[in-house]
T-cell receptor
Framework: KQEVTQIPAALSVPEGENLVLNCSFT??????LQWFRQDPGKGLTSLLL?????REQTSGRLNASLDKSSGRSTLYIAASQPGDSATYLC???????????FGEGTQLTVNP | DVKVTQSSRYLVKRTGEKVFLECVQD?????MFWYRQDPGLGLRLIYF???????EKGDIPEGYSVSREKKERFSLILESASTNQTSMYLC???????????????FGDGTRLSIL
């Protein structure tokens, strides 16, 4: 059964820092990997989707990489801002279907 | 912009009641999903649907059922609500994944359900 782990569980950084969030998954037979952002009490907002054949995707200050063979993905946030404070979740879809398996998330706080 | 709308942001019900959670999407997505989110357990899939009148069990279907009579609407039903069903419920939708073209899932804002 696929398991997704995110480290660290929580992270607090000063504004302006570059930071990396980590995601690992146990079964490398994935179709794609998706990073989401969740603000307190809200739903999930899709940030980036990386197909299994890709190695990275970029959107503005966000860059996500995927190493399928080692079962790892990272989300890089450049020049962090207080508005980036949220919980970041990664999720994988296995080749067997459209079901997402989620990690528990990293709660990020960016201090002014 | 894709919009997934859940009918209630907050809901309070009593044990034993039959509870309906509604979700509507406006992008003609075939796939729709219901998750619940609990501290320490993350998001877990309850049920999903690939098309009208089709449904598949997720990881935790016990105590729940679903209905998909129209493509844009996916309802989650708690047959007889219990206190352990107090949770945040999230609906999502997507196009099907086609070879070489993956589709992201889009989420609603969630319904925080309390069962007293």
């Amino acid at each position: 059964k696929q398991e997704v782990t995110q480290i660290p569980a929580a992270l607090s950084v000063p504004e302006g820092e570059n930071l990396v969030l980590n995601c690992s998954f146990t079964d490398s037979a994935i179709y794609n990997l998706q990073w989401f952002r969740q603000d307190p009490g809200k739903g999930l907002t899709s940030l980036l989707l990386i197909q299994s054949s890709q190695r990275e995707q970029t959107s503005g200050r966000l860059n996500a990489s995927l190493d399928k063979s080692s079962g790892r993905s990272t989300l890089y946030i450049a020049a962090s801002q207080p508005g980036d404070s949220a919980t970041y979740l990664c999720a994988v879809i296995e080749t067997s279907g459209s079901r997402l398996t989620f990690g528990e998330g990293t709660q990020l706080t960016v201090n002014p | 912009d894709v919009k997934v709308t859940q009918s209630s942001r907050y809901l309070v019900k009593r044990t034993g009641e039959k509870v309906f959670l509604e979700c509507v999407q406006d992008m003609d997505h075939e796939n729709m999903f219901w998750y619940r989110q609990d501290p320490g357990l993350g998001l877990r899939l309850i049920y999903f649907s690939y098309d009208v009148k089709m449904k598949e069990k997720g990881d935790i279907p016990e105590g729940y059922s679903v209905s998909r009579e129209k493509k844009e609407r996916f309802s989650l039903i708690l047959e007889s609500a219990s206190t352990n069903q107090t949770s945040m419920y999230l609906c999502a939708s997507s196009f099907p994944d086609r070879a070489g073209y993956n589709q992201p899932q889009h989420f609603g804002d969630g319904t925080r359900l309390s069962i007293l």
